[in-house]
């Protein structure tokens, strides 16, 4: 049963802009449960430019990407930045979306009141990411986050879609990933704005090294910008420092070349089209009473008198979107 919230929408504003975790806490609630009902809340939230550094960490499963999230937030509230912290759970969507291990790498930083952690479970959403995370940065925002990280559940080719949330992608490795090495020339290589090779302590890790350093010399990189490599030991903080300073130089980088406001641009589109798509899906869903009117098409595509198109196209026009002469235009072309 999705969560109500019982503060008006001005008092929940208001806690919210003013940082107030517990407010932020109930809100995010909201949103992992029904999405549409905290809509009256966060359309409130509307600014005229981003005002917080996005990071996404991603990376194989047992990397270390926890672990280098505490550093690297120990390294913000040392310079008394504002921080917020989304970590994807890959757990039962049943689970909560509690922190488990992620809550005690960050003992130390925990009750820190700069910090605010919030955990999310994928709930079947796919691309490495939760599909409440992009309302997540905005309720982070409001609250006057100055930088927001957010650490997905892992990544492969078909687990790119944090591209679409943040500015600055750490994509972290360890030594002895020479197949998943392999892999990554098939896409996911050109995400990495910055490579963390995490447990440098381990042996092979020169090694990883240099094929990190062919890979990158073979893809195309626009604006000028080479992503770094960073040897880093999360356990022991050996590297954070250098991990730090190359995140600063990138979104420099971004600044010097217009990329905010364009990968911002692309964002809402991309948010745009996301929210037109989950609205139509709504209404045909409660217009034609969809189990009943699945069910009957499915038993027509069995029965060999319809196909799946022109039972598409069918529930379509019987809700509207498609003009009568439309679908018999496409069903004569399905037909043919």
Known sequence: MAKELKRSVEDMVAG????????????????????RKAEKYLSQFTTPLKKAHIIGVTGW????????????ARSLLAKDKQVGIIAIDPSSPFSGGSLL??????KGIDGDERLFIRSVATRGHVGGIAGSSRDFIRVMEAMGKEIVILETVGVGQDQVAV??????????????MGDYLQSLKAGV????????????????????????KNM????????????????????????????????????????????IISKMRSAAKAEIIEVIMSRCIDYVAK????????DKYARQILEG???????ADEILMNCGFIEPKQSLSRRRKVDE
């Open 16 to 35: 919210v802009k003013q940082g107030r975790k517990r407010y932020a806490a109930e809100l995010m609630s909201v949103i992992e449960t029904d999405g």
């Open 61 to 72: 499963p047992g990397v270390g990407k926890s672990s280098l999230v505490y550093r690297m």
């Open 305 to 311: 008198s319809s196909n799946p198109y022109r039972a």
């Open 189 to 212: 290589l050109e995400i990495g704005d910055i490579f963390a090779v995490n447990k440098s302590d381990r042996m092979g890790v020169n090694q990883a090294v240099a094929d990190l």
């Open 216 to 259: 990158v010399g073979l893809s195309q990189h626009q604006n000028e910008w080479i992503p770094p490599i960073v040897k880093t030991i999360a356990i022991n903080g050996n590297g954070t420092k250098e991990l730090m300073g190359h995140i600063d130089r990138h979104r420099q980088h971004l600044k010097k070349h217009g990329l």
């Open 163 to 176: 591209t679409q949330l943040v500015d600055t992608i750490i994509l972290v490795l360890i030594p002895g």
């Open 287 to 294: 217009a034609i009473e969809l189990n009943g009117t699945l």
């Open 101 to 106: 291990g992620d809550r005690e790498r960050m």
